[in-house]
């Protein structure tokens, strides 16, 4: 079995009812839901004997090792983890406790526990860390993308906390042996993502009438890749990636975030016509050290592991809008109680640019 954490967030749910539907081998799902976890993400496995969900955070050493101890997982995959920007920008004491103590934590009940398993366990074992692209920086318009060997250059704290735990894993491996594997990887959308992040956001926004608050000028770019190709990614590291290795994961679909809002407000004008959306956009007042471009080269996992993205931009964008149409309940039950707070936090009246 695996134990995964941070599984009722939107990356690590994909992927728990990704691996059960494809791998079949039963999870053990430790995650402390924070805001941003959901056990309604996990609905569809909730009777599934095959997962099993332990409320608890990765710096709880002792459940760790208990955990650790009791079901001896042949993988441990670290998805947990504090991940809004803006939010690191309002509050980045959450990061440095999750992302950096956290992680810190994990990987030293991981190091003790692998220490004393026997050899055919230990041979097989693997502490697999997803992390994430912002930790290499801001790109200029002509530069090419983040490959492996990109020097690190955080910029927020958010991304500054993910590198940190990235290098604790490097360390974890250089010094103890401890068998890591790292994934880099860029802005994923798709299902069970919290109306935070820009696609649901904008969704969430376009359907309530409300506006849809572009930072800056809309010329920032990241590059966009469906959660299910995420999924897939991670899968065939775990299997075939190389012990000490980093891995860049992209959609090779770099858009700039007008690009982005126009383009759901095109497919939502297909899926719910009635109304122009594209005339709710408002640009508002920058995220402070707004990163203008991320681009990954995913060169190397494409070579040695023979991954690439199914979904296009279009294709995988299209899915995401139809799931939220159909599952306005799960986006009403999310956006209930504390997100008006964070909303009026980060939104503020005078944030019109
Ligand atoms: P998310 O915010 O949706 O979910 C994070 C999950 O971690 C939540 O379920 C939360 O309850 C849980 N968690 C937080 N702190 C915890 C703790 N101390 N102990 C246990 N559980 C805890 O995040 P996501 O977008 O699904 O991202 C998952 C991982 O992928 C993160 O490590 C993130 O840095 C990385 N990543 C995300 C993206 C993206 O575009 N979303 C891209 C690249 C990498
Ligand atoms: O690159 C991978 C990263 O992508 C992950 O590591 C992070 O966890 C994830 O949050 C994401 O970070 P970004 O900051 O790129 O994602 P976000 O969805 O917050 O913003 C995407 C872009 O859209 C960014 O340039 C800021 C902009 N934006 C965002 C929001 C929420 C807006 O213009 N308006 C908004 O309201």
Not at 189 to 208: D, S, W
């Amino acid at each position: 079995m695996i134990l995964v954490t941070g599984g009722a967030g939107f990356i690590g749910a994909n992927f728990v009812l990704d691996w059960l539907a494809q791998v079949g081998e039963p999870v053990v799902n430790l995650d402390r839901l924070t805001y941003a976890g959901n056990l309604g993400n996990l609905a569809a496995v909730k009777d599934d004997r095959r997962h099993q969900f332990v409320r608890g955070d990765i710096g709880d050493r002792g459940l760790v090792a208990n955990l650790l101890e009791t079901h001896r997982p042949r993988a441990i995959i670290n998805f947990a983890a504090e991940t809004h920007v803006d939010r690191s920008i309002h509050g980045p004491a959450a990061f440095i406790e999750t992302n950096v103590v956290g992680t810190f934590a994990l990987l030293d009940v991981a190091r003790t526990h692998f220490a004393a398993l026997p050899p055919i366990e230990r041979a097989q074992f693997r502490f697999l860390h997803v992390s994430t692209d912002e930790v290499f920086g801001s790109l200029g318009p002509d530069e090419a993308g983040f490959s492996e060997t990109t020097a690190y250059a955080p910029n927020s704290p958010y991304s500054a906390s993910k590198a940190a735990a990235d290098h604790l894993v490097r360390a974890y491996h250089h010094t103890y042996d401890l068998p890591v594997l790292t994934t880099n990887c860029s802005n994923n959308y798709g299902p069970r993502q919290f109306p935070e992040k820009l696609i649901p956001l904008m969704f969430h926004n376009a359907v309530a009438g409300k506006p849809l608050p572009v930072y800056g000028d809309g010329g920032n770019v990241r590059d966009w890749l469906f959660v299910g190709d995420h999924c897939a990614a991670i899968r065939v590291v775990l299997e075939r990636g190389r012990v000490g290795e980093t891995y860049n994961v992209g959609g090779s679909a770099e858009r700039t975030n007008l690009e982005v809002v126009e383009t759901l407000c095109r497919i939502l004008g297909e899926q719910k016509p009635g109304r122009d959306y594209r005339k709710q956009i408002t640009f508002v007042k920058d995220r402070p050290g707004h990163d203008r471009r991320y681009a990954i080269d995913a060169t190397k996992i494409g070579r040695e592991l023979g991954w690439a993205p199914r979904e296009t931009f279009d294709s995988g964008l299209a899915a995401t809008v139809r799931w939220y149409l159909e599952n306005s309940a799960w986006l009403a039950a999310v956006t209930s109680g504390e997100y008006h707070k964070w909303v009026s936090l980060n939104y503020a009246a005078g944030a019109v640019a």
